[in-house]
């Protein structure tokens, strides 16, 4: 049986599979009967490297695309790395999942870098990538992006169902009706690792718990850095 953690996000896979729907890499398009399996990691790399290891244990490829401009974590940390290892040790995939409001100027020269950033950091190349908080003009276009599929694409966004979980909720319907008007057309289906670790825990909770935990860490940061620290505080 999956850890009970993310007991709720396996439900939701099965109910697909029970409906005739196969998982499969984001390589193998098919425009009938697949779902493929994307995560977007805003938040916590342990969290996504969990759900990794829960994944392969039924056999499930996926794909988790990774911030180099996050706030919240640094894959350039050997403590990230170690989190990455994880995910690809499992046989999962890592994307580019690309903020455009983290830079001022050329967005394409910035996806270039990153790609190059991030391949080096997990030595494999990069294939996918997806837009963090997409934009109208985000949406649809070529499946080809700075030399790897955009998830965003018209392809794999709009020639097939999507549906996402953002904020906690399907933003996009239930997936029981979905899958029922889809009639087997595919699916991509967007999931964030941390809703889904402790399903009986509201979203608002998870992330003030998330809160506590990086102010715990930023306190120890500046500890361990800064000896004149406790006398200011």
């Known amino acids: 049986m999956a850890n009970y953690k993310y007991v709720a996000y396996f439900e939701v896979i099965e109910l697909f599979r029970s409906s005739g729907y196969e998982v499969c890499k984001i390589f193998d398009y098919n425009i009938n009967w697949a779902l493929y399996l994307r995560h977007d990691v805003d938040l916590d790399l342990k969290y996504a490297a969990e759900m990794a290891e829960e994944e392969a244990k039924k056999s499930l490829k996926s794909v988790y695309f990774i911030q180099l401009t996050s706030l919240f974590y640094n894959p350039l940390f050997k ?16 994307g580019l999942h690309f903020n455009h409001a983290a830079y001022m100027g050329d967005e394409d ?17 990069i294939k996918t990538i997806t837009i963090h908080r997409p934009r109208e003009i985000d949406l649809g276009g070529p499946v080809n992006k700075n030399g790897m599929i955009s998830l965003y694409s018209e392809k794999y966004f709009l020639d097939i169902e999507y549906m ?29 690792p941390y809703i889904w670790r402790s399903p009986k825990i509201k979203v608002a909770s998870k992330l003030k718990r998330f809160k506590n935990r990086k102010e715990i860490e930023l306190l120890q940061e500046l500890e361990n850095n800064f000896k004149l620290y406790k006398k200011f505080v």
């Open 109 to 125: 020269r910035m996806i270039a870098i990153e790609k190059e950033v991030l391949e080096l950091i997990i030595g494999k190349e």
């Open 164 to 192: 996402s979980d953002s904020y906690g909720k399907w933003t996009y319907g239930d997936p029981r009706i979905r899958i029922k008007e889809a009639k087997g057309r595919s699916f991509q289906l967007l999931t964030h």
């Open 79 to 94: 403590s990230s790395q170690i989190y990455i290892k994880r995910i690809l040790d499992c046989g999962q995939e890592i």
